[in-house]
């Protein structure tokens, strides 16, 4: 297969994060004999810094003409400091996924049992957490309107049936098949956008039988999510409300370097961690990469790589099971770099037969399975 990847490392550990994944994507290219093309453009502070916008029209050009978008991280420690700044990083973002229609958010939280003793909760309420959030992207508060004067602020809140539609089609979908079980997570009590989505939601219902749908507020939401997310199966929810919940989902695995996503439409496809920048750990070789990779087999998922998409993430098993990991995991050992990560990831695919892992190599700055 041939695919030409339009790659947007954007700031802080983001082009350590994203190399790591195009590394596996190249390792996969030249094991199954494809053919993947990597287009690198400016997004974000980077963008603001080189151009002043931090969306540049050459960078929507390279995303328009692409098959799919790797997205790194967004953010500055320097815009964050300005309330009063008028551009800022994230614009370029939110205008990517508002420019190419990008309204499916779709994260996948899964509890990995090597990893189970790094997590906060108690091993008994996470073990087998297998949950798919799907988030709608390009509505609700983060687009509406909003108004700043010194002593008042508003955002507005808003969603149309259309928009509603077409996120709880793919929930549905998705939901038959897996486990048949979808919840919407709302806060119908106080939010008229809320009611309007847990109207529309219950009407698409009666078109999937064989999916059981169940209505949770937010707030209990939240919090079952940390006492019982094995409850869960697909989470359907708006913008903001699917944002806070698949940051908060990070504590069920362990680390928020260990879950990625994916933006789609039916034209578009991004695939992006869902952590941030991270300005503090920018070029320190402790960003752990694990979450990009994982972007990346769901770009391979986007595309029918099935067997390609297995092969990363029996790698990424492979290397939490070994304990090649970043120091986030502050697991058996703590000089394992974001690179030799990448490294490890990408040998296993070469040798996936070949499981023993030579630390002696790794340490001397090499990667090689014996």
């Known amino acids: 297969m041939k695919l030409n990847i339009a790659v947007l490392p954007g700031d802080g550990i983001g082009p350590e994060v994203t190399a790591q994944a195009v590394k596996v994507l190249k390792a996969i290219a030249m094991e199954f004999g ?26 929507i050009s390279i995303c328009e003409k692409a098959d799919a978008i790797l997205f790194g991280a967004i953010g500055s420690a320097k815009y964050d400091m300005d309330p009063d700044a008028k551009i800022r990083p994230e614009q370029g973002l939110l205008g990517l996924r508002k420019s190419l229609d990008l309204f499916a958010n779709i994260r996948p939280v899964i509890a990995y ?20 959030i799907y988030r709608e992207l390009n509505g609700g508060l983060y687009f509406g309107e909003k108004k700043l004067t010194n002593d008042n602020a508003s955002d507005i809140c808003e969603y149309s049936r259309f928009e509603i539609e077409r996120i709880a089609h793919l929930a549905f979908k998705a939901a038959q098949s897996r486990k048949g079980k979808l919840t919407l997570v709302d806060k119908a009590n106080a939010l008229a956008s809320s009611r309007l989505w847990r109207k ?3 009407e698409l219902a009666t078109q999937y039988p064989n999916v059981k749908l169940n209505f949770m507020y937010i707030d209990n939401a939240a919090r079952e999510l940390i006492i019982n997310p094995r409850q869960f199966d697909v989470i359907l929810t708006e913008n903001m409300f699917g944002d806070i919940l698949s940051e908060e989902a990070s504590v069920i695995v362990g680390s928020i370097g260990l879950l990625g996503s994916a933006s789609i439409n039916d034209k578009h496809a991004m695939f992006e961690p869902i952590h941030g920048a991270n300005d503090e750990f920018k070029n320190k070789g402790v960003a752990n990469p694990i979450a990009s990779i994982l972007s990346a087999a769901m770009l391979l998922d986007h595309f029918g790589l099935d067997i390609e998409a297995a092969l990363v993430r029996k790698a990424v098993d492979k290397s939490l099971k070994l304990h090649i990991t970043t120091p986030d995991l502050n697991m058996k050992y703590d000089n394992i770099s974001t690179t030799k990560v990448g490294d490890f990831i990408e040998d296993f695919i070469n040798n996936p037969e070949e499981t023993n892992l030579n630390f002696k190599n790794i340490h001397l700055g090499q990667s090689t399975i014996i």
Do not use: C, W, Y
Not at 124 to 132: A, V
């Open 34 to 59: 494809h053919v993947f093309t990597f287009n690198k453009a400016l997004v974000g502070a980077s963008a603001i810094d080189k151009t002043g916008n931090p969306l540049p029209e050459e960078t």
């Open 200 to 202: 529309v939601v219950k």
């Open 113 to 132: 049992e090597d990893l189970l003793n790094m997590s906060s909760l108690k091993i008994k309420q996470i073990r087998d957490t297998n949950i798919l």
